[in-house]
């Protein structure tokens, strides 16, 4: 199975900060990666999909780069809605897995 | 408007059964893959289970395997989930979503299910 290492684990930052997510893979995963947001009682939103493709109706704050095994999901000036939880996942192969979270809270 | 909307959820004893149903609107159901995902109160999310667009490709998590079912009937743009055996590591809002390419795109509100005795 494919393990998927997010860090960190919990994220202080404050409003306009550009901050930077990382979500490492234990084997190589070509592109097959997305990225969600997930707010307290909500279902998950789809940010990015394979890597770097930006879902749309997404706020072009949110990027998302990398291949292999390192990909990081930016984003470039923090908004108040954005202090929420973020999670990775790959589609590579069976069975998909996710990554543990980042949890961004206010500094 | 897009959506997709689960029932099924509730409490059930240990070694129960449950099915769950996710029903799409919105968009052309046949053409997606679909997926249950599963989050445990206060835990992150989990895949459970994935069915292709004419059932031809299942996949389940080892966590699930043997015990659950994921099904799909394209006329009634419903996709389910048979749940026996249930444990209590079972216990977690059940969410359906589609695939886009690497991507689970539309996402049900999600139905609960509480395994106890």
């Known amino acids: 199975d494919i393990q998927l290492t997010q860090s960190p684990s919990f994220l202080p930052a404050s409003v306009g900060d550009r901050v930077t997510i990382t979500c490492r893979a234990s084997?190589?995963?070509?592109?097959?990666l997305a990225w969600y947001q997930q707010k307290p009682g909500k279902a998950p939103k789809l940010l990015i999909y394979?890597?770097?493709n930006l879902q749309s109706g997404v706020p072009s704050r949110f990027s998302g780069s990398g291949s292999g095994t390192e990909f990081t999901l930016t984003i470039s000036s923090l908004q108040p809605e954005d202090f929420t939880t973020f999670y990775c996942q790959q589609f590579n192969s069976y069975p998909l897995t996710f990554g543990g979270g980042t949890k961004l809270e206010i500094k | 408007e897009v959506q997709l909307v689960e029932s099924g959820g509730g409490l059930v004893k240990p070694g129960g059964s449950l099915r769950l149903s996710c029903v799409a609107s919105g968009f052309t159901f046949s053409s997606y893959s679909m997926n249950w995902v599963r989050q445990a109160p206060g835990k992150g999310l989990e895949w459970v289970s994935s069915?292709?667009?004419?059932?031809?490709?299942?996949n389940y998590a080892d966590s699930v395997k043997g015990r659950f079912t994921i099904s799909r009937d394209n006329a009634k743009n419903s996709l389910y989930l048979q749940m026996n055996s249930l444990r209590a590591e079972d216990t977690a809002v059940y969410y359906c979503a589609n695939r886009i390419d690497d991507g689970m795109d539309v996402w049900g509100q999600g139905t609960t299910v509480t395994v106890s005795s």
């Open positions: 084997q190589g995963i070509n592109s097959y």
């Open positions: 069915i292709s667009r004419s059932s031809g490709e299942i």
């Open positions: 394979s890597a770097s």
